[in-house]
């Protein structure tokens, strides 16, 4: 077990360390120039400058380096969360993340809330309903929600739930009411995955032999389903699950544009179009954060459903 454990935290930090490197690695290649991007966010004139003064603003930001010493450097200072300066706001960048950081947090949390909720529901369903048209309609739902894009659906509950019925405010993140629109638009296509795979996990499992012994023991079909099914049905869901929370900063940033809120998504948006360096480094790393951990969380959690998971098999000796 320790083994396994250890090697799921170290493939974790290989991972963290990729993206940090790759990541500095295109924004380098970019065309853009870092010292004119800084100054001329700080107000100055870069064709009003001479090359001396261009030199020691340079050296003084400390991109006169050669690009391996500006690596490693921006790598220290990143292990300490220390991500430098936004060129265009100014600011730290860990204190722009600290003050976008929480709305996403929020927003993703609620909407993998409800992925668990909706598409759990609609495997359990799907596959308990005797077959038929309910059964058949629950069954081709999942696929409707994972081809409908997020700014459709986003545009479509504006239209319903704010300018029609005035139920909901449209944009801006003040109060929970804001929050059920947007948490919705993300949980749509990620309980639809969630329930396309469960469903199937549930077709195989319940055609277990396991699975006839408890029906002939006279169990409900409600029971052997919830009992005995799901747990075994439920590994194939995690790993997807892991996926889909990972990638919630990437769908937060379609959300939180549509719907106007200040979040870490709108914030690598308008990095992305500033060309603000520091700034989108931070996000991807977080990004690759978030996918790190919620992965090693669910690595963790298999051998709790499946202790063979974490068994080493024996070498046999002839």
Do not use: C
């Not at 170290?10 to 010292?35: E, K, M, N």
């Not at 003064?53 to 921006?74: F, H, I």
């Amino acid at each position: 077990m320790l083994r396994y454990v250890l090697g799921r935290v170290g493939q974790a930090v290989l991972v963290l360390w990729a993206a940090y490197t790759v990541t500095f690695a295109i924004l380098y290649l970019l065309p853009s120039d870092p010292v004119a991007l800084q100054l001329g966010a700080a107000g100055v004139e870069i064709d009003s400058l001479t090359a001396t003064e261009r030199a020691a603003a340079a050296a003084r930001l400390g991109l006169d380096k050669p690009v391996w010493e500006q690596y490693l450097s921006m790598l220290v200072n990143a292990l300490r969360g220390d991500f430098g300066t936004s060129f265009a706001k100014q600011l730290p960048v860990s204190e722009l993340l600290a003050q976008r950081l929480p709305g996403t947090v929020a927003l993703s949390a609620i909407a993998v809330a409800l992925s668990l909720v909706v598409g759990i529901g609609l495997a359990f369903l799907a596959t308990w309903v005797p077959r038929g048209t309910v059964a058949t309609l629950l069954r081709r739902l999942p696929a409707v929600g994972v081809s409908v894009p997020n700014f459709w659906v986003g545009l479509l509950l504006i239209q319903v739930f704010a300018f029609t019925l005035g139920w909901l405010p449209a944009t801006g993140d003040n109060g929970w009411q804001s929050l059920v629109l947007p948490s919705v638009t993300m949980a749509v296509p990620t309980s639809a995955v969630l329930a396309q795979v469960l469903t199937r996990s549930f077709d195989d499992t319940l055609g277990e032999p396991y699975i006839a012994t408890a029906r002939a023991k006279g169990l409900t079909r409600l029971a052997v389903q919830f009992r005995h099914a799901f747990r075994n049905a439920a590994l194939p869901t995690l790993t997807i699950l892991g996926l889909l929370v990972g990638a919630t900063v990437t769908g937060s940033i379609v959300v939180e544009t549509v719907f106007s809120r200040n979040g870490v998504g709108r914030l690598a948006q308008e990095s992305v179009l500033q060309q603000d360096i520091p700034v989108v480094q931070a996000v991807v790393v977080l990004a690759a954060a978030a996918f790190v951990v919620v992965n090693l969380i669910v690595d963790l959690l298999y051998p709790l459903l499946d202790p063979r998971i974490a068994r080493t098999p024996k070498v046999s000796r002839a």
